[in-house]
């Protein structure tokens, strides 16, 4: 499946390029965190000095949060299947949010209880 990933720019210099778009294969029956490893092996996120950059990657919903300064992106769980993602044409589609060096768990724990649809 192909999974095509967008992200925030970290500084004015970083637009130039803007939204950073960039598409992968990921072989076989499509997983989040499989697409969301291969994105992070790509070396695609861009680091900023200090090593304290902190993401929220979301498909419609929050997926995860991925922080510089950790060894493993934290997952949520809120899904319960991939009809809720944004897939279109058979693309998965993620966005990395930036949020700067803000302390990655506070963002996990903002994301956790986020309610992104009237109910």
């Not at 000095?49 to 493993?72: L, M, Y």
């Amino acid at each position: 499946m192909k999974v095509y990933a967008t992200r925030d720019s970290v500084h004015p210099g970083d637009d130039c390029d803007a939204p950073h778009a960039t598409t992968i294969d990921v072989p076989g029956e499509i997983s989040v965190t499989a697409a969301v490893e291969k994105i992070l092996a790509s070396r695609y996120l861009a680091s900023i000095s200090g090593g304290n950059a902190t993401w929220s990657v979301v498909s419609s919903i929050p997926v995860a949060v991925v922080a510089q300064q950790w060894a493993a992106p934290r997952y949520y769980h809120l899904y319960d299947g991939l009809d809720k993602l944004d897939i279109a044409a058979g693309t998965l589609r993620l966005h990395f949010n930036y949020h700067a060096q803000v302390d990655p768990e506070i963002v996990y724990r903002i994301f956790w209880g986020m309610r992104l649809r009237a109910v």
